[in-house]
């Protein structure tokens, strides 16, 4: 077996003897990414209706469907409606601290379960029970954040209070965003990608969600919720969430 | 492909495929579906010429600091609580991985896809080792229960109809009355895998990409099953060649706007999962150990090789797609992991270039490969030194270089080669129809056996420009 040393050696003599194939450079990151992408975030923040727009466009492209509401008080009562459909009684939810709203009222008054994902890590007992929870409930409820337009694309991040099963297990995956959460490009959202990995306290895992879950692996027949959820809602909030 | 295959001829091979009659429709449906949407994304996406150029940039400059890079790599995952590996040979890699297996108890592994572990032949060591191995992506689920090879390295069960896969998950799982449906088959495997994920003790991935200074693996799926391996067991292993990595986010960035758009026409994948080492104490879930795995296999050494260019590959699949040979015979006829235009120079790489010595040849060089593929390999250039080389370790069949070492000293000597027209048409006679040679006697019959000779014409060029000039006089 050969260990770091040995191998970063092998590599450092074929580098020797070859000559680059040609003059190249890796891409130029931005010294301060979390400056740059605060000044990102506040052009965006002027011009969100087209970003909201392209988004919309994008996320109906790939299978996703966009609702829109005023307020966050709204919010339960799309969740209901889509629960209702679906035959489901209950739905799990995001930490408020991490969805940046508390839907247990509103979901209690649809008539819904809420079964509320902890902001502490409970013991390990209690997290196989946990476990067993999210894979048996059929609707997720989640934030996002970063709602990206140029590819219809939700990036959730993990952490506490924000597991990431939640919007992989449930069939059906409903995410709340306001547009603080909105930005148009890859390029940009490169930068918000340096930025927290500069952040030392992020969590374990990024998800970049584009669409509901697809497979095309028989007879190229395009099919819909091979392993993760069939159905991908997006709820829009024109108030921001945390004002 | 097992030995035995291995052990028949190339040509054989192909030759099965080509009256393979559903194989032939599958491939030809897929690859051209796959093809438009590509040019469909790119059609859309203007700057997507200059990214390439600047993916192309981006996997040469990390090349040229590959050891920086991997250092990088290696410092943060283990700052981020992973642990990394570093196996020269498949046997390490398997090893390194049935070590870690015995350790945390693992009687259940599943994988997502990944090329580097069928490389490797994990799933065979797995076994022996009293480790049950699950394939979770649908296509190589339906291959492993058949107990067959992908086909393509973006729909690797494309040869298989839906009726083949109804019997199929009849007789493997038991279950009456399948319909040869896609959506309920899908379905049926959405179940049985389900539980296989919430069972198993351990995730094996491969790695897309990672990145050097962030310590984190990107996997890239579309069915979710790449973000349960990586969720539910209690370790996560990921396999990768040394050649993934890349410097930073903003260089992932670049690749993330092509791969997807190369390989099926998406704009991105459905999912990219960005993993940065094990659980963190204040999350609720993912795995409680993670390894990444480092895996040489041949890679190392073409850094100052023949084959470098194609460790740039991205494993996107669209030079597959519009290769002419591919498309005629599919995947397995190659017989190595690898197929396909690309595939042909990683055998070379992993198996050395004597394993390709008929491979080499499987190509017309009609540069489609180099045109489509999003960092622009020029993967012409490279077979055709691969054929030098073949030829130069005289891996050709003798026959073979005695006439062409003949031919070549005729085109050398224009005296001798204006006497050998004459005589050349009066030796075709019994063989030339129709302006062509099909077949040839004694050892010439290999050669043409999968080749047409045009025949010497009645009147050569140079013997109809003497006559012009002739008349123009
Ligand atoms: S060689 Fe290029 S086109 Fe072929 S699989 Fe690799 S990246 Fe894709």
Sequence with gaps: MSTRAEFLRRIRAELARTPALFPATPSLRPAHPREVADTIRRELSERWPATLQRFQQEFERVGGVLHRVATVQEVPSVVGRLARERDARDVLTWHPSALGFDPARGLADEKLTCRTMPEAVPDAAARRALRDTIATTPLGLTGVDVALAETGTMILRSGPGRPRSTSLLPATHVAVFDRTALVESLAQVAVLLEAWHADEASGAVINFITGPSRTADIELTLTRGVHGPKDVHAIFVERPLRE | ?473
Excluded at chain 2, 399 to 405: A, I, L, M, Y
């Design chain 2, 1 to 473: 492909m097992s030995e035995a295959e291995l052990a028949t001829p190339f040509r054989d091979r192909a030759g099965r495929a080509l009256q393979d009659g559903f194989l032939q429709q599958a491939l030809t449906i897929a690859t051209t579906k796959f093809l438009e949407l590509r040019r469909e994304a790119f059609g859309e996406f203007p700057e997507g010429d200059a990214l390439r150029d600047r993916a192309r940039a981006i996997k040469e400059a990390t090349l040229q600091r590959l050891d920086h890079y991997l250092e990088q790599l290696v410092d943060n995952v283990e700052r981020l609580g992973g642990h990394v590996h570093f196996a020269t040979t498949p046997d390490d890699a398997r090893r390194i991985i049935l070590d870690i297996a015995k350790r945390t108890g693992t009687r259940m592994a599943v994988k997502s896809k990944s090329m580097a572990t069928e490389e490797i032949h994990l799933n065979e060591a797995l076994e022996a080792a009293g480790v049950t191995p699950v394939e979770t992506d649908l296509g190589e689920y339906i291959i492993q229960l058949a107990h067959e090879r992908p086909s393509h390295i973006i729909a690797p069960a494309i040869h298989k109809t839906k009726g083949q896969v109804a019997d199929l998950f009849a007789r493997e799982l038991n279950r009456p009355n399948v319909p040869a449906d896609p959506e309920v088959l899908t379905a049926i495997a959405r179940a049985e895998l389900r539980e296989k994920f919430l069972q198993a003790d351990m995730g094996i991935t491969g790695a897309n990409f990672a990145v050097a200074d962030a310590g984190t693996v990107v996997l890239v799926t579309n069915e979710g099953n790449g973000r349960m391996v990586t969720t539910l067991p209690r370790v996560h292993v990921a396999v990768m060649g040394v050649e993934k990595v890349v410097p930073s986010m903003t260089d992932l960035a670049v690749f993330l706007a092509i791969l997807a758009k190369s390989a099926t026409g998406q704009k991105l994948s459905v999912y990219t999962t960005l993993v940065r080492g094990p659980r963190k104490p204040e999350e609720l879930e993912g795995p409680d150990e993670f390894h990444l795995v480092l895996l040489d296999n041949g890679r190392i050494a073409q850094l100052g090789g023949t084959l470098r260019e194609a460790l740039y590959c991205l494993r996107c699949g669209a030079c597959l797609n519009v290769c002419p040979v591919y498309r005629s015979i599919g995947g397995h006829a190659y017989g190595y992991t690898y197929p396909g235009p690309i595939g042909i120079l990683l055998t070379a790489m992993l198996n050395g270039a004597a394993s390709v010595k008929d491979l080499a040849h499987a190509s017309s060089l009609c540069g489609a490969c180099a045109d489509a593929c999003p960092v622009r390999i020029d993967i012409p250039r490279m077979l055709i030194e691969l054929r030098k080389e073949v030829d130069e370790k005289k891996i050709a069949p003798w026959s073979e270089r005695v006439v062409f070492t003949l031919v070549a000293w005729l085109l050398r000597h224009p005296a001798l080669f204006r006497l050998a027209a004459p005589l050349a048409r009066v030796f075709q006679r019994p063989f030339a129809r129709g302006g062509r040679i099909e077949r040839l006697p004694l050892f010439f019959g290999e050669w043409t056996r999968t080749r047409d000779l045009p025949a010497v014409a009645a009147r050569t060029f140079s013997e109809r420009w003497a006559a012009l000039e002739r008349e123009g006089r």
